[in-house]
C-alpha cells in the first residue's frame, strides 16, 4: 500500500487531489469523506469521461455531494452514484483505499500511486468517451 495523504490534509468542504497509473496511462483521482468514511473516485464525470469533475483543485462539493463543474451532476460521496444531473444513474470509477492511523493508503491492484495534486495539461491523459448526449443542456 502507497501512502497518499494524512487525513489532516483533506479539505472539509471539498476533496484531496492525486494522481494513479493504470495500464492506460497517468489520471486523477479524488479522495473524498462522509461521515468520516474515505473514499476515492476517478476524478472523471460520467456525463462527458474525458471531463474532470473540477477545475484543477479538487472537486466541489455541495451539501455533501460531488458537483461536476461543467454540467452540474452530483455524485454521492461514499457510493459515487450520480442521483441528479445528465448522467443520472451512472457511477464514478472507485479507486480503493485504506485508513490506517490517521493516514489514507492506496490500496488498489488496479492503480499504482503517482503523487499528489492535479495533472499537468500534459499527453498522458486517457481520453474516453462521451455518453448521456441526449440530456438537454
Ligand atoms: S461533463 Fe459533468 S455533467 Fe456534463
Sequence with gaps: MERIASLDELPDEGTFVFRVRDEDGVDEAILTRT?????????????????RLDDGDGAMLRNGEIVCEKHGAYFETDTGYCNYGPCEGSRLPTVDVEVHDGEAYLDDEGYDFVGTGSMDDGDDVPQGTRGGDDFEL
Excluded at 35 to 51: E, K, L, M, P, S
Aim: aromatic share 12%; glycine share 6%.
Design 35 to 51: 461521515n468520516g468514511d474515505i473514499h476515492a473516485w476517478i476524478n472523471r464525470c460520467q456525463h462527458w469521461t474525458d471531463v
